[in-house]
């Protein structure tokens, strides 16, 4: 039998192994089967990868921005022409549905296709008007060295999330995938330094977060620091950086709230409320996975949604949690919340009863002081809440301790602008407006702070500079 391929390190433009010489396993969540082991990361592999970036931060911060733009064009080419690995490669780890897989890679395309153009008109600085005695002017500086920590819910997507802006303002990267779903990060750094970034501008450490990560942000030479993923870890970056007075940005996740209103496309509202369920199993920071309804049409817009529910089928419309211990998570939550209209546990026959699968669950008319109404659940889990009027509906929308995406359905779009104006939250979409590459992504409250995609994001890796000449 053949050996399962072993994924090293990228540093400084190639594979280099594990300083300690140890190897972490991987599965495959759709099956548990043993997936391919990749590189243990340490304080020494930052190391190497630090001194890399250092070395290439300054020959890639001194090109042009056109010429910057000119190598995540490329990358961006070599992307698409090997999407179909790249979806492979995302497969095997995270056990995701074609179309899904799909979506992340093109979306992952279009942050380097965007950050390519942005950049040659919107990094730039400007002139301050002082008189005829003066020159003064601003300018968009990159950090240098930059650490970026993806979680393993959208590997690829939230890796070129960060790297492209963090990039095309002139930093180095490193960047330390989850050691899960590390192999997609992997293979697009190869594909960069094919298609022109010079070698050590962009390096991938694997490993665990307590390892490779934690060593990533308390690093002297790492001068920021972007991270996705869980409260609890964000905390502890947030102390290092502190520590550090190293700037971050953090998203950290959300309990989106969903309003209908009677008056609104309830047929749209309730594809929208399916979707936040079934899109990667729930697996979304931005799931809008609160539903709140008035009062008047809440048991039709429920019956609605529990039937599109149930004909929701693993593995084709939605894939299997990601890590074992986010499935027995989710299981015992579920298992110690009575009242389901649907769902409600693991598969136990079947194809899906050998992976990490769990049935799409919707939990109808619950307390809003309830655990499933207030924790992040991160599974295909719906829960709802009636509301009396627009009053009642904002003070639900923002009885959270998160602020990250909120979603408003109703026909008059005034309401839904009114609201969308007092809900504490980074973004709202009013009757299913777009949330694309070019807004800008960011939460309110625990869910972080700082902005990533749109124009946002290139400012998040840059410092201004101000000078002044005396004429």
Excluded at 327 to 351: D, W
Aim: aromatic share 6%.
């Amino acid at each position: 039998m053949t050996a399962a391929p072993r994924h090293q390190h990228w540093i400084d433009g190639r594979d280099a192994p594990p300083a300690g010489g140890t190897w972490l396993t991987t599965l495959d969540p759709a099956t548990r089967a043993p997936g391919d082991p990749i590189a243990a990361g340490t304080a020494p592999d930052v190391d190497r990868a630090v001194a890399a970036a250092e070395r290439a931060r300054h020959g890639w911060a001194a090109l042009s921005p056109a010429g910057r733009s000119s190598v995540l064009h490329r990358i961006a080419d070599a992307m698409e022409e090997d999407t179909p690995t790249l979806m492979r490669l995302e497969r095997e780890c995270t056990g995701k549905v074609p179309a899904q897989l799909r979506l992340e890679a093109d979306l992952s395309v279009q942050y380097f296709r965007y950050y390519a153009g942005v950049v040659r008109a919107a990094g730039q600085g400007r002139v301050i008007e002082q008189g005829a005695g003066a020159h003064t002017y601003t300018r968009h500086e990159p950090y240098g060295v930059v650490g970026v920590i993806t979680p393993w819910n959208l590997p690829l997507n939230q890796a070129c999330r960060a790297l492209a802006p963090a990039l095309a303002t002139g930093n180095a990267v490193v960047a330390k995938p989850s050691e899960f779903t590390s192999a997609s990060t992997l293979r697009l750094a190869r594909l960069a330094s094919r298609a022109g970034l010079p070698d050590g501008v962009l390096n991938v450490v694997t490993g665990t977060g307590p390892q490779a990560g934690a060593a990533l942000a308390a690093h002297p030479g790492v001068r920021r620091l972007a991270f996705t993923g869980s409260v609890a870890t964000g905390r502890l970056l947030a102390a290092t950086a502190a520590g550090r007075l190293i700037p971050l940005t953090l998203e950290l996740g959300g309990k989106s709230p969903l309003l209908v209103f009677a008056d609104a496309d309830l047929d749209a509202a309730v594809a929208a409320a399916v979707s936040a369920l079934a899109a990667n199993a729930g697996q979304v920071c931005s799931a809008t996975t609160r539903l709140l309804v008035e009062e008047s049409v809440h048991d039709e817009v429920v019956r609605r949604v529990v039937t599109a529910v149930e004909r929701l089928r693993p593995g084709v419309d939605f894939g299997p949690l990601i890590t074992e211990a986010q499935y027995e998570k989710v299981l015992g939550l579920l298992a110690g919340t009575p009242g389901a209209a649907t769902g409600g546990g693991p598969y136990t026959e079947g194809p899906a009863a050998r992976g990490l699968y769990v049935r799409p669950t919707v939990y109808p008319r619950v307390d809003p002081g309830a655990r499933i109404a207030r924790e992040e659940v991160f599974g295909p889990v719906l829960v709802t809440l009636p509301f009396r009027d627009e009053a009642q509906a904002l003070r639900l929308a923002n009885d959270t301790d998160y602020g990250l995406v909120a979603a408003v359905w109703s026909g008059d779009l005034a309401r839904g602008l009114r609201l969308a104006e007092h809900i504490d939250a980074g973004q709202v979409a009013v009757n299913g407006g777009p949330l694309t590459v070019e807004t800008p992504f960011g939460g309110y409250k625990q869910s972080g702070h700082g902005r990533e995609k749109g124009l946002a994001a290139l400012h998040e890796y840059t410092q201004l500079k101000t000078i002044s000449a005396r004429l």
